[in-house]
């Protein structure tokens, strides 16, 4: 399994983030080829998902409480 810490988030933007708040582990879980962990505490957060489908959205770890996201960018280079 692929499993990438998320990046930590300190302040989010109210107006431009979307806050979801994770109420248990894993919190999503799909059919993708990628799992996200909680970069504090590394817990599970996402599992199995697409990074593009949640990319602007800023997760609240369960167990910790600390806001993290998807990297942009995260395991593939920009594209030109
Ligand atoms: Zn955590």
Redesign the pocket.
């Known amino acids: 399994m692929n499993i990438q810490p998320l990046e930590p988030v300190h302040s989010p933007d109210p107006r431009t983030t979307i806050l979801f708040e994770i109420s248990g582990v894993p919190g999503i879980s799909g059919y993708g080829e990628l799992s996200y962990k909680?970069p504090?505490?590394e817990?599970i957060l996402l599992k199995n998902i697409y990074a593009v489908h949640m990319a602007r959205i800023v997760f609240r770890?369960p167990?910790?409480g600390?806001l993290s996201r998807m990297q942009p960018a995260v395991g593939k280079p920009e594209s030109p």
């Open positions: 909680c504090s505490c817990a770890c167990s910790c600390g």
